[in-house]
């Protein structure tokens, strides 16, 4: 089946770094990628939509010099909180969509990255 | 603008009980999918199960099924013989036939009691 690996699965970062989140699609490719953020005990709510080899697709209201998304594979996407702030500590969720031959992977999502911002 | 609306922030179950989970959603689209996420204390997020809204039959996987009722843009999940491992958050999602965005309902915590 299909598994998409999300990497680190905790981070704590001082105010004012950088934080780089990868989310790699292990057996299919990825033609697409999702970036979720999710606030304790609250829904998914879509960040971004990426396809490989082009800008990413910010929902409104999401900052994208502070959010930036790069898709430069099939399999790989990367989302990093530029200037990170306490109030972007959150849970970072990337899903997959993709195909592998004829096979239709659907969307998988990742397990995920807490962040903490100190 | 598609919503999803799930009432029922908390619900618990006796093991081996049934319990069913509400969700309502609208749209004006006629071509969607419907979905159910399981999301445990992992915060890995695990499709349940999955309804076409072509299909007039209600989807069904194991110990769980739905109840589809396109009319009244209602999905809710029936989770039998309720396990200790069927405990988390469970999430009603909808997306779009043409369309990538999943759009999420705000979640309903279940409880297993043994």
């Known amino acids: 089946g299909a598994v998409v690996s999300q990497h680190p699965s905790r981070v704590i970062c001082k105010s004012g770094t950088s934080v780089k989140i990868e989310c790699r699609s292990l057996?299919?490719?990825?033609?697409?990628m999702f970036w979720y953020r999710q606030f304790p005990k609250q829904s998914l709510m879509l960040m971004a939509t990426s396809n490989e080899g082009s800008k990413a697709t910010y929902e409104q209201g999401v900052e994208k010099d502070k959010f930036l998304i790069n898709h430069a594979s099939l399999t790989l996407s990367t989302l990093t909180v530029t200037s990170a702030h306490p109030e972007d500590s959150s849970f970072y969720i990337c899903s997959a969509r993709g195909t592998r031959g004829a096979s239709d992977y659907g969307y998988t999502f990742g397990s995920g990255t807490r962040l903490t911002v100190v | 603008a598609q919503t999803v609306t799930q009432s029922q922030p908390e619900m618990s179950v006796q093991e081996a009980e049934t319990v069913t989970l509400s969700c309502t959603y609208d749209?004006?689209?006629?071509?969607?999918?419907l979905f159910w996420y399981k999301q445990p204390p992992s915060r890995q997020m695990i499709l349940v199960i999955r309804?076409?809204?072509?299909?007039?039959q209600n989807a069904t996987e194991n110990r769980f099924s739905v109840n589809f009722q396109k009319a009244a843009k209602s999905f809710s999940l029936k989770i039998s013989d309720s396990q200790l491992g069927d405990a988390a958050m469970y999430f009603c999602a909808y997306r779009r036939g043409t369309g990538n965005q999943f759009y999420f309902g705000t979640g309903t915590s279940l409880t297993v009691i043994p």
């Open positions: 309804q076409e809204a072509y299909k007039q």
């Open positions: 749209t004006s689209e006629s071509d969607y999918y």
């Open positions: 057996d299919f490719q990825a033609t697409t």
